[in-house]
Structure formats: C-alpha cells, structure tokens
C-alpha cells in the first residue's frame, strides 16, 4: 500500500536544495543613490562582470483585459536613468504589447541568485520611439517605474530591503531594513 504520508521525491528534492543558503553574499553600500535607475545599473554591471547566465533577462508582468495578469522574460536593451525608465524590443502586435497598450500597468522584475539580489519595477509601459531597434518589426517600449524595490540576501537569513516611490520631481526611499521570506 502506498504511504501517503511519506513525502514525495519533489518534496524531498526540494528540501534537499535550500533557497539562499550562501555565506558571502556582498553587503549592500548603506549610500543609497538618489534614484532606483542608479543602484539597478550597478547591480546589473555587476552581474554581467561576474559573467552570471543571461542577468539582462527580466520578467515582464502585464494584465490583460480581463484583469488577469501575465508574464514573461525578454532582454533589458538600455536604462534611461534621467527618465527612470528600463527599456526593451518586442512587436507591437504581440498579446504582451496589446496588453500594456490598452493597459499600460506593468512591473519588471530581476533575479540574480549567485549575489542573491531581487529588483522590483512597477510602472506603465509607453512606447520609447527614439530608441533603435534592429528590424521595423520591433519596436522599444520602456517602463517607466514608479516604484522599485531592491532585496539583498545576507548570509544566516538576515536579508535586507530598500524602497524607492517616485515624487514630483524626484525619489523618496527608506533606506535599507531588515526583511524575511517565509520558510
Ligand atoms: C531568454 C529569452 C529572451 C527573450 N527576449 C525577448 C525579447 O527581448 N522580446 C520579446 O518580445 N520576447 C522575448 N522573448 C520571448 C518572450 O518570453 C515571449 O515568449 C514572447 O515575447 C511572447 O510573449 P507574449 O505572448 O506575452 O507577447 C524571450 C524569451 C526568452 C526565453
């Protein structure tokens, strides 16, 4: 008779693999910039100097018309740090376009495991004509954040956080605070 008590081979695979158990995470600069369009510049040349898979693929989240949200990955072309947005190449008739153009709400989102860093992007998608693309059949877009989230892992779970909300003229942000995952 099986024992359904007894945890499955996933569940035993995935307790055997703990999230975020690294030691030598990098301590964040406690000298936060003055815009989130700054820090993520770092922290992306960072990931691309130490040579980590494909760090300029992000996942773009957008809701359709029903209010259901969806997702995907696509590559980061350029930050536009004057004007706080992240921009990017699709076509223009793609579910994803179509999406952001009759709803422009979006968010970005960047995971970069080795350095154990998360970035969160929230802001509508525009079209950005004076970006380049390769072929007439993409156009770039670019997401404007009006939020950013930056989360760094430390090492015995002591991971930290730092908020920035755009104002008028400029960025507000906590600084950076202790935070948590479950688990
Ligand atoms: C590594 C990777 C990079 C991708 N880069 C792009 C990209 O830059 N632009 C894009 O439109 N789709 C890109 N895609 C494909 C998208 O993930 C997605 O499948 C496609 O754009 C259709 O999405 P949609 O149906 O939501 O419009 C990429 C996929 C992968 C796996």
Redesign the pocket.
């Known amino acids: 008779m099986t024992d359904r008590t007894a945890p499955s081979p996933l569940v035993r695979a995935l307790i055997a693999r703990p999230v975020l158990a690294a030691t030598d995470y990098p301590a964040p600069d406690p000298a936060v910039p003055a815009d989130p369009a700054t820090l993520f510049t770092a922290w992306l040349l960072d990931a691309l100097a130490a040579d980590l898979p ?1 760090p300029q ?1 992000l996942t773009l989240s ?1 809701v359709d018309a029903e209010g259901r949200p ?1 997702a ?4 980061l072309r350029d930050v536009d740090r004057a004007a706080g947005a992240w921009h ?4 223009p008739d ?4 179509r ?1 952001f153009t009759a709803r422009p709400d979006a968010a970005l989102t960047a995971y970069w495991p080795g350095p154990g860093r998360q970035i969160r992007l929230r802001g509508p998608v525009h079209p950005s004509p004076t970006c380049p693309t390769p072929s007439p059949a993409l156009h770039c877009y670019a997401l404007h954040a009006s939020t950013a989230e930056f989360w760094q892992a430390g090492p015995d779970r002591r991971h930290l956080r730092l908020r920035f909300s755009r104002t008028g003229a400029g960025w507000t942000t906590t600084g950076w605070a202790p935070t948590d995952i479950p688990g």
């Open positions: 494909d693929v957008t969806d995907r990955v696509l590559v990017f190449w699709t076509e793609s579910p994803k376009a999406q």
